[in-house]
């Protein structure tokens, strides 16, 4: 699959390996290519981002807003409404674990562990993310799997980077409208 990857995609994934390495993960998760994403300059992703308003602070907002579910152990803000309603408060259980272990000791990422080998391992959604660019870059009739195509995928498959960036307007059929052209939008 990583053969028919553009030269933006492979930087994408090589960029959600680092922030993997430099935040201590265990493994390389969705939330990783989402924030590789928004590294990107002067890719199909970035002017479609830009094009949807996300840039300069905004493009911040979100890496904030994605680091703020990594302390909440990758809960999304639909997974903590729906413990709330059983009467669990996440804040509360993230406050009183961070209060005894530090700050970020929910998000998975240890720094204090090696890696066993020398490959990093992709987690379950960052995999997902991977196979799910694959069917939109052959569903589009797309010979390769370029930056814009795992961005389609961040935006579809459900999780933290999916509503991070639909909480900042960037969703699925707003990223067709920018890259593909998807006509005029209209009034309900």
């Known amino acids: 699959m990583f053969e028919r ?10 960029g959600a390996v680092g922030h993997a390495e430099r935040s201590g993960a265990q493994s390389v998760d969705a939330e990783h290519l989402l924030l590789a994403v928004l590294d ?16 300069g602070e905004r493009r911040e ?10 302390r909440r152990a990758g809960l999304s803000r639909a ?3 729906a413990l709330a309603g059983l009467g669990i408060d996440v804040s509360e259980i993230v406050a009183r674990v961070e209060e005894v272990h530090g700050v970020g ?23 997902n993310i991977l196979e799910q660019s694959l069917r939109t870059a052959v569903s589009r009739g797309d010979r390769h799997i370029g930056d814009e195509h795992l961005l389609l ?5 459900p ?3 999916a509503e991070v960036l639909a909480d900042h307007g960037v969703t699925y059929e707003s ?7 998807g006509g005029e939008a209209k009034a309900g």
């Open 5 to 14: 990857f553009t030269k933006d995609a492979r930087a994408v994934v090589q």
């Open 40 to 55: 990107r300059e002067a890719s199909r992703a970035s002017f479609a981002l830009a094009s949807l308003g996300l840039a």
């Open 61 to 70: 907002a979100v890496r904030e807003a994605v680091v703020e579910a990594r």
């Open 79 to 81: 997974d903590a409404d």
């Open 105 to 127: 000791a929910m998000s998975g990422d240890r720094k204090d562990r090696g890696w066993w080998s020398g490959r990093r391992t992709f987690g379950r959604a960052a995999k």
């Open 153 to 157: 995928a961040l935006t579809v498959r």
């Open 159 to 161: 999780g933290v980077p």
């Open 175 to 181: 990223l067709i409208r920018v890259l593909y052209g």
